[in-house]
């Protein structure tokens, strides 16, 4: 695909278009209204909850899909649900009890709100303070089967979520898809509910081939985009692993990287 294809530019958010302080640059938001200038329509997708996004609408006049839970959840800008991928009710007290067997705090989101057990548990404040709205604190999670878009594993034993991802796939299997979004959380959905699956909903919804999209991001929960996108962009501060799947490697997201890639891959 050449550059002068690109149609959609589908990004991460963390790690790729904010800083590690969770801060959009100026570049950043000066990027997308260049995209938006060429007739170049920008997304966004996120293993965050919709609402966690609903503070980059403004800045960067986001009309398009918005695909929180790594797709699990679809909303439009103004967090009208457009589509959703729920953890099937049977498994969802079997994928708790896994990953808190292998000692990860667990969280839980149904519909677009988030649930805890303990306010004062791991990284509660750091996503409370990313995503700009507080948990409900819940003494279990016995009554939260029912539409559960995506579970969450956290803990900063980064080798304890390499654990629990293995474990997660040893027992589920392709009953769910399983994939750190951050060297600390490990993010459970739906199997559906995957970055890849958020570029065909755009192709599909918004009219544009597969081959006219670039796709930009830093996780591992980033590949399947990379895989169904034209133009793939890892980040220079992602695993030397995400990059290798990437056709083009940026610089990192504290040098502007999202900036970067834009301004020499896309418009270029």
């Not at 049977?90 to 649930?115: F, M």
Request: charged share 20%; hydrophobic share 45%.
């Amino acid at each position: 695909m050449t550059n002068g294809q690109v149609k959609l530019v589908l990004s991460d958010v963390d790690g790729t278009l904010v800083t590690s302080d969770k801060a959009l640059t100026q570049a950043s938001i000066d990027a997308v209204a260049a995209l938006g200038a060429a007739g170049i329509a920008f997304a966004v997708t996120s293993g965050r909850p919709p609402r966690g996004m609903a503070m980059l609408v403004e800045p960067l006049t986001i009309s398009t899909p918005i695909g929180g839970f790594n797709g699990g959840l679809v909303v439009d800008p103004s967090m009208q649900v457009l589509a959703k991928h729920c953890i099937p009710r049977r498994i969802v007290p079997s994928v708790i009890e896994t990953l808190r067997a292998q000692d990860l705090s667990v969280w839980c989101y149904q519909g677009i709100e988030w649930y805890v057990l303990d306010a004062d548990g791991p990284h509660v404040a750091r996503e409370t303070s990313t995503c700009q709205f507080d948990p409900i604190v819940l003494d279990g999670f016995d009554r939260l089967a029912d539409d559960v878009v995506k579970v969450v594993g956290v803990s900063d034993d980064h080798d304890a979520v390499a654990r629990a991802t293995g474990a997660m796939r040893d027992e589920f299997g392709d009953t769910v898809s399983a994939t750190p979004s951050q060297p600390y959380y490990l993010d459970v959905t739906h199997p559906d509910a995957n970055k890849g699956e958020v570029v065909t909903y755009l192709s599909s919804a918004l009219g544009i081939a597969i081959e006219q999209i670039a796709t930009i991001g830093d996780m591992p929960n980033d590949v399947l985009m990379f895989a169904h996108a034209g133009l793939s962009i890892a980040m220079g501060n992602a695993d030397p692993q995400v990059q290798r799947a990437a056709r083009r490697v940026t610089l990192s997201n504290d040098e502007d990287g999202f900036a970067h890639a834009i301004r020499e891959f896309v418009l270029r």
